[in-house]
């Protein structure tokens, strides 16, 4: 179980399964490049984020809702969670009887939460995105007592929602990237650079200079790599 003190950004966790040097560069030494993808990125998380929280038939949504999770040591922000009137097992869902200054409709019945993550581009072959939003599963798991077997990931570019569903696999991939996230920032070492084709996208190229720091080049033929080019 971890302190308020020892919690870590959701977001980190991306970072992380990105590549560990670029998660070592943001979180350890304090650097941060945009790009075009980050710029983006940002612009599409802060429109959902200024969005107000409304209802929609039987579902309630929450923009920009915060969330940790002690167990896996965490902290950040849902862009948005969809809370979706359930009729079945109501023990797993949340009640907003108790809440004050909310229209009869939403005070009846149990609620489940789903979490949704916007992002930029298009679905990706890693599971760094779907391990971001089962991150913010658990929170809501750990916060509110319920139930939260599925969310979503909706890609800007595609303009699609894909569904994820929570299972075991998922979840232990989840909380070892947690665990290794928290082993790396506690080391405080950034690791060498491993030159990969990932390196063409990361924002932190100029900063972290892969073809150079990967140790496979000296320097001497690093520059005279530069000077042929
Ligand atoms: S340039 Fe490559 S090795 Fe360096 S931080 Fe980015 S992805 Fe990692």
Redesign the pocket.
Known sequence: MFTDDDLLPISALQHLL??E??CA?IHIEGHWQENVLTVEGEQLHEKVHSQEGETRKEVRIAYSLPLYSRNLGLIGKADAVEFQLTDGDTAQGVQFKHLPGLPAALKKGHWLPFPIEYKRGKPKIERCDEVQVCAQAICLEEMLGAAVPGGALFYGKTHRRHDVTFDAALREETKSAAIRLHELLSSGITPR????K??EQ?S??EV?L?RFTSGKKSARQYLHSLLNQ
Request: a positive charge; charged letters at 20%.
């Open positions: 990105f590549c040097r670029q560069l650079a491993e030159y990969a990932r390196c990361c932190l190229a972290c892969p």
